[in-house]
Each structure stands twice: as structure tokens, then as C-alpha cells.
């Protein structure tokens, strides 16, 4: 299984660009508009561009490089607290699983049972929130950045 790896993230008037290659692809890296993200900033704007970056990372993609529009989802993503997120909500998730008797939880993947849809509508909905909490973050690194800026601005006045 391949992981995505992304090294830039882009707004455009058109949509959102992601440069990427896959992790077994030895090819350079390219630039494409991603429409499922581009629909998604075009329906809910920033937060849900946010929520949806930070659920590839966890699912499928890594940041590679240094280019800024990657520092607010490495500021979400790898900082305590949101490792605190992650496990807080993975520890709801796995409590509810391991609720479910053995035939259950044969069925989670396969032929589910209603107790094993219930758990898989469940596992999603907690996801949705972990991930929607943890990309709460971009929003307070734009906060830090932005008041930075304004006190090198302000340092720099005569």
C-alpha cells in the first residue's frame, strides 16, 4: 500500500491544488487539482479543507518539505494535543468494538450485522469529530502567525 506524499497545498481561484507523488512512484513530484478538496472548500471553506487535509494524514498521506502552506497542518497534527485528541477519541472507538460480542465483530468488514453497522456509523461519526478537532488547530496557527506579524510590524515602526 502506498502513501501519498504531499509537499505543497494550494487555493486557487479554480480550486485547490495539492503537489504530490505516490510513496512507491519514482516520479517527481506534480501539481493537480484535487476536486474532492476543491468541492469541499467550495462548500464549507477553510474549515473543511482543514478537516479533510488532516484526515488524509492520518489515513493515507504524509507532509514532505518545507514549503509554508504545510507548517498549519504539521502545527495540527503533530503537536501534544492533538496526540491527546487522537487518542481520546481512538479509545471511544475501541471501547465501543470491543462492546460488541464475537459474531459481531466478524462482521464489522463483512456481511455486517446491525450492532456492526451500528459500530462502523459510529467509528465514522467519532472520526469526523477527531479530525474536525484536531484541524481546529490550522485556525489557531493562522492566530500565532498573524499576531507575529503584527509585532514585527509594530517593532519595526519608527
Not at 518539505?65 to 475501541?94: C, F, N, T, V
Not at 472520526?127 to 502567525?145: L, N, V
Request: charge should be neutral.
Amino acid at each position: 500500500m502506498s502513501t501519498e506524499l504531499i509537499n505543497r497545498i494550494t487555493v486557487k481561484k479554480d480550486g485547490v491544488y495539492v503537489s504530490s507523488h505516490s510513496s512507491n512512484d519514482t516520479s517527481p513530484y506534480h501539481s493537480w487539482r484535487c476536486r474532492g478538496l476543491s468541492e469541499i472548500y467550495d462548500a464549507e471553506g477553510q474549515k473543511g479543507l482543514d478537516r479533510e487535509v488532516v484526515r488524509m494524514l492520518y489515513e493515507y498521506a504524509e507532509l514532505r518539505g518545507s514549503h509554508k502552506s504545510l507548517a498549519r497542518y504539521r502545527y495540527a497534527k503533530d503537536a501534544p494535543a492533538a496526540h491527546a485528541i487522537y487518542k481520546e477519541y481512538m479509545d471511544k472507538i475501541d471501547d465501543r468494538y470491543e462492546g460488541l460480542d464475537e459474531a459481531d465483530k466478524k462482521s464489522v468488514w463483512y456481511k455486517p450485522t446491525e450492532k456492526a453497522k451500528e459500530y462502523r456509523a459510529y467509528e465514522r461519526d467519532m472520526r469526523d469529530k477527531m479530525y474536525s478537532e484536531i484541524a481546529e488547530r490550522c485556525g489557531e496557527y493562522d492566530r500565532k502567525q498573524k499576531n507575529k506579524e503584527m509585532e514585527r510590524v509594530v517593532s519595526e515602526s519608527p
